[in-house]
């Protein structure tokens, strides 16, 4: 198929002609154009990587599936996504490894890069085959979900990840200190009678496995970093030249503890999510975070559940927020249109970062590039009404009725248009 997307404009305020052929970004296309998109409508970018994703596949595909969780990338603007491998069972042998790639090309949606559990069964206790993940296409070791309780085991699982160029990243809590906690612990944690999980359960663990990447070397990545402790001590590790990067979700950016007292939400589990959403100021200092560079990328954490176990209570309903349609133009209208981060800071963070991440090449829309573009509408205002997802997770929306710009309108991969909204 050829492409011409004619006056692109990009996130620089620069415009230009981009011409798609066989995949591949091109200078001539020799002949007509098949689709002619009016790029000057558009903010016209590299597509999407989301380096933390819940795709629940295989074994919890009531909660989404490949197609589902697929189909709602590209409608979020995403290209490529790394899942995780919290599933049942979890993705800790090669050959689940290769059937979800192979299983998710057949689909020809956004491209898929599965990570591993890092230990098998993400029982935190015995190695996973780190090699022979890799080699079967896994992209990162993880046991997400899971917190690393022994720290001589991710010491070993560093050294090992280090030396096949992967990288280990942690979700970086004390089960300890978080024991039975399903919000931030905080006046409004004691007000509710609600068991709190302490900024300090997140801060003890970075500062425990910074210590590890200080000792191997190795590169960690921190997922979904939710508090301005944890920042400051990621912001002064990569003072001291540790190789250690984070990520920041969309909802620890933009939602708050306290809204689980206000009337909308109260005692709401669609607010439910590890780690907890914390105070304004810690909102506050992950933005701040976004500027200066301490934050690498945005991991939307996108976590569906079905609508029957969100109904449950908020120390029953599982933790997690369906957010990847929503995480761009949510961020761009909070963000960008009020003047708080530049636009072609925010794209950086979800492409260059995300890359970066994975230690691939920053992509890119220059001549010779493979054509992974997304198209956005910065004009056109749409409120957020979760029925009209592509995830099975359709219920409320924390965001739900917000007015917001910069939907995605056309995700094209491999030069191949796979969601168009224009
Ligand atoms: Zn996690």
């Known amino acids: 198929m050829k492409i011409e997307i004619k006056n692109a404009r990009l996130a620089d305020d620069s415009s230009r002609d981009i011409r798609i ?8 296309l020799s002949g007509e154009a098949d689709v002619t998109i009016d790029g000057s409508r558009y903010l016209v970018s590299p597509a999407l990587i989301d380096p933390h994703v819940h795709l629940r ?32 069972p979890a993705i800790d042998h090669p050959e689940l490894v290769q059937k979800l790639i192979r299983d998710a090309e057949a689909l020809g949606l956004a491209r898929l890069f599965p990570s591993a559990a890092l230990t098998v069964g993400r029982n935190g206790k015995h190695l996973s085959d780190a090699a022979a993940l890799q080699k079967a296409g896994a992209v990162m070791l993880t046991d997400d979900g899971g917190t690393n309780e022994d720290a001589g085991v991710l010491r070993l699982a560093l050294e090992y990840a280090h030396a096949l160029g992967l990288v280990v990243s942690v979700h970086a809590e004390d089960a300890s200190l978080r024991g039975d906690g399903v919000m931030n612990e905080s006046a409004t944690s004691e007000r509710l009678g609600l068991p709190g999980n302490p900024v300090a359960a997140e801060a003890a663990r970075i500062a425990r496995d910074l210590e590890i990447c200080a000792l191997t070397g190795s590169r960690l990545h921190i997922q979904h970093l939710s508090s301005a402790r944890g920042l400051a001590l990621v912001r002064d590790a990569k003072a001291r030249g540790l190789p250690v990067t984070c990520e920041v979700a969309p909802h620890h950016l933009t939602l708050t503890d306290t809204m689980l007292e206000s009337e ?12 907890p959403l914390r105070s304004a100021t810690d909102c506050a200092a992950l933005l701040e975070g976004l500027r200066d560079g301490t934050v690498d990328c945005i991991g939307t954490d996108h976590a569906p559940h079905t609508a029957a176990e969100k109904q449950h209570d908020m120390k029953i309903a599982p933790f997690g927020i369906a957010n990847i349609e929503i995480t761009f133009p949510l961020l761009y209208t909070r963000f960008v249109e009020t003047g708080k981060l530049e636009l072609s800071r925010l794209i950086e963070l979800m492409t260059t ?3 970066k991440i994975l230690g691939w090449k920053p992509p890119s829309l220059e001549v010779g590039s493979v054509a992974d573009i997304s198209l956005f509408d910065l004009q056109s205002t749409k409120t957020v009404d979760s029925k009209q997802f592509k995830t099975k997770a359709r219920f409320d929306s ?11 309108v056309c995700t094209i991969v491999r030069g191949k248009i796979v969601f168009d909204a224009r």
């Open 398 to 408: 924390p965001w739900q009725s917000e007015p917001l710009r910069g939907w995605a």
């Open 264 to 275: 909308r939400f109260y005692c709401d589990p669609v607010l439910k999510v590890a780690p």
């Open 353 to 355: 970062g995300s890359a």
């Open 57 to 88: 596949v295989p074994g919890q595909e009531e909660k989404e599936t490949l197609e589902t969780g697929l189909s709602a990338a590209v409608a979020g603007g995403f290209g490529s996504i790394v899942c995780m491998p919290n599933t049942s």
């Open 21 to 28: 052929k066989n995949g591949v970004i091109v200078t001539t």
